[in-house]
């Protein structure tokens, strides 16, 4: 690749972080591990696979704390984020420089089945245990079998657009 070819790549990248920017996400915290051997994340990209099973799919940068615990631990959860977890969620991202088992201080946890840690007072969260880990550029996909749902909680979720997190109720 040539330099004129590589700037052309960077742009792309940058053009392709500001259109994906405009895409609101509901913000979920992904967390993994046992006792100090924990961390998590803040993501956006969850979503639905299938209902029969009931399966979600995440993509975790694979240079993110959590994605070797995913892989050693094969159990995850998924917590759905309210407004009220805006700090949650700057700590769980690493804006306050917590990591590992530090991110999960000063909040309520419950241990699934699975042993994956839930945040207590999600909107909703879910157990899973790890179906198939698919490597892919800078991402890794996880797909994940749901093997239980926390009761779904009314409250004004919490979303990312444009580089900010706010608040949406219906």
């Not at 157990?127 to 892919?136: A, G, P, T």
Request: hydrophobic fraction near 45%; aromatic fraction near 6%.
């Amino acid at each position: 690749m040539d330099v004129g070819d590589k700037g052309e790549a960077q742009a792309l990248q940058a053009g392709f972080r500001l259109a994906m920017r405009q895409l609101a996400g509901g913000v979920c915290a992904i967390t993994v591990g046992v006792d100090e051997d924990r961390s998590g994340l803040v993501a956006t990209s969850v979503t639905s696979l299938s209902v029969d099973p009931p399966a979600l799919l995440v993509c975790v940068n694979r240079s993110a704390s959590a994605w070797p615990l995913i892989r050693r631990h094969r159990h995850f959860g998924v917590s759905l984020l309210a407004r009220r977890h805006l700090l949650f969620a700057r700590r769980f991202s690493g804006q306050d420089g917590a990591q590992g088992a530090a991110r999960y201080e000063n909040a309520a946890w419950e241990t699934a089945e699975t042993g994956a840690p839930l945040l207590a007072d999600a909107i909703v969260a879910f157990d899973c245990q790890v179906e198939e880990l698919i490597e892919r550029h800078s991402h890794g996909i996880v797909i994940g079998r749901v093997c239980g749902i926390t009761p779904v909680r009314e409250a004004e979720a919490l979303v990312y657009l444009r580089g900010k997190y706010a608040g949406v109720d219906v």
